[in-house]
């Protein structure tokens, strides 16, 4: 070889394997795009199928698409939903149901269905057009569609198959083509594909991150998981390695053959914590060095942050790790555009709500989510009480309001009332921050909290 030229084997080695596990999702039942029975450069139903099994026992698995989820589903669902405005009792003991509850309008029936939007981009809810029952199906069960001839993101029937067991414990599979409820036609085909339409019940699609031209969703996990497998893979390598070098503590250097021989007979008896090791004069006992040897498995958080990017999340939540520049700073910066992300999904699930709703025969449906930020005890009490001074709530509205956010048990049915001596005029209950400058401030409770702190 010549003297200026690199064996670089070794490195494009390692170089390879790297690849091999960011590219390995093909080994995970992956497929590529556009192969066959496609859909221009989309998914296929099948496609998308095998994909959802894969990632629904990968997010079980993986601590990173395990936290991921979690935390998008505490922003959306953290402080539950609310609908109201009801136009008849009737629509209300629809939702109360317990069917209705399990299928959809309770805190576990959403989140559930929020999983299927994170590992499969979609899930399905069957209502009996009768009845007004609400039924989950899942997407494996989904095996055919029809679009409009003019636009293939316009799905109009959606084909459910399952196995059904008679009452002999036989069972036999079931094809049936349901109307999905965004579709209007006075014009009604009896089958399709020579399998019966069932026109007494409606089918309920969710779907996100779609793409156009494409009529399914795309899983919120989908851009995560290859950079979760690859950081995973990298723990498990460093480990591997930590754990090698752990075996080798002590290096021994002798001139001889047979005194290297000799000492490393007497080095690997047992000794006790203290022992004192006595070598030959032509014999060195030196301790390994620990930092160039050891590996950082901190350096792979960049692999992380690409999980948490694709889940728009923040790094520092995901890791359930502050790391060591300002912390807080950057959570707190990083959190207004997931608030925003998560927002745009709250969006999406009032437009759901109001198709089924629609349903029920609701006209108007009213959906409120609580705030998702929340704001400091004693932030909340000064602007409860900002609002009762500048008349935009009673006093009994900022007390109930004031004992909730304290955690206070009320032992009395009204509020307190004023002191007999009290002037007309109350001053402000509000503490104000004092003002240093020339003319001082206007409020004479300005520098209170200076005056009881002295």
């Known amino acids: 070889?010549?003297?200026?030229?690199?064996?670089?084997?070794?490195?494009?080695?390692?170089?390879?394997?790297?690849?091999?596990?960011?590219?390995?999702?093909?080994?995970?039942?992956?497929?590529?795009?556009?192969?066959?029975?496609?859909?221009?450069?989309?998914?296929?139903?099948?496609?998308?199928?095998?994909?959802?099994?894969?990632?629904?026992?990968?997010?079980?698995?993986?601590?990173?698409?395990?936290?991921?989820?979690g935390l998008r589903t505490s922003y959306i669902f953290g402080r539950g939903v609310q609908i109201d405005g009801f136009s008849s009792k009737r629509i209300e003991s629809l939702v109360n149901s317990p069917a209705n509850q399990a299928a959809l309008f309770s805190a576990e029936a959403m989140i559930i269905n929020e999983r299927s939007n994170f590992t499969a981009g979609q899930f399905f809810i069957l209502g009996d057009n009768s009845s007004k029952q609400l039924q989950r199906i899942p997407f494996k069960e989904i095996t055919g569609w029809v679009s409009d001839p003019d636009n293939i993101e316009s799905i109009r029937f959606i084909r459910r198959s399952w196995s059904r067991m008679d009452i002999n414990g036989k069972s036999n599979t079931v094809h049936e083509w349901y109307p999905v409820d965004t579709y209007e036609s006075r014009i009604r085909v009896a089958t399709i594909q020579n399998q019966p339409v069932n026109y007494s019940k409606t089918m309920f699609p969710f779907m996100v991150n779609k793409r156009a031209g494409n009529p399914w969703g795309v899983p919120d996990c989908f851009a995560a998981y290859p950079w979760a497998y690859a950081y995973n893979e990298y723990l498990k390598d460093g480990s591997r390695i930590l754990k090698s070098l752990s075996m080798f503590a002590w290096q021994l250097k002798s001139k001889t053959k047979t005194g290297a021989t000799t000492a490393a007979a007497t080095i690997a008896t047992p000794q006790q914590a203290g022992s004192t090791a006595i070598l030959g004069a032509d014999m060195e006992l030196a301790s390994l060095p620990r930092t160039s040897n050891s590996v950082d498995l901190g350096n792979g958080k960049p692999l992380a942050a690409m999980v948490a990017a694709a889940l728009e999340v923040s790094v520092?939540?995901?890791?359930?790790?502050?790391?060591?520049?300002?912390?807080?700073?950057?959570?707190?910066?990083?959190?207004?555009?997931?608030?925003?992300?998560?927002?745009?999904?709250?969006?999406?699930?009032?437009?759901?709500?109001?198709r089924v709703m629609k349903f029920f025969g609701q006209r108007e449906t009213i959906v409120k989510w609580p705030k998702m930020e929340t704001e400091s005890s004693y932030r909340m009490v000064q602007s409860l009480a900002l609002a009762y001074e500048a008349g935009a709530i009673w006093q009994d509205e900022m007390r109930a309001a004031v004992m909730d956010e304290l955690d206070v048990h009320s032992l009395h049915s009204t509020p307190p009332g004023q002191e007999s001596d009290q002037a007309a005029e109350p001053e402000s209950i509000v503490p104000r921050q004092g003002n240093s400058g020339a003319v001082g401030s206007m409020q004479d409770n300005s520098n209170e909290l200076r005056d009881m702190d002295n």
């Open 1 to 69: 070889m010549d003297e200026f030229e690199v064996d670089y084997s070794l490195l494009l080695e390692s170089y390879n394997n790297m690849a091999q596990a960011l590219l390995s999702i093909e080994d995970e039942g992956w497929s590529l795009l556009g192969v066959q029975n496609h859909i221009g450069d989309a998914f296929t139903l099948e496609q998308l199928q095998s994909l959802s099994e894969k990632l629904t026992e990968k997010t079980d698995g993986n601590p990173l698409l395990k936290r991921g989820f």
């Open 316 to 354: 520092v939540a995901l890791m359930s790790d502050p790391g060591t520049s300002g912390a807080y700073g950057v959570a707190q910066t990083l959190d207004i555009p997931t608030t925003k992300a998560m927002q745009a999904r709250q969006r999406l699930w009032e437009l759901y709500l109001d």
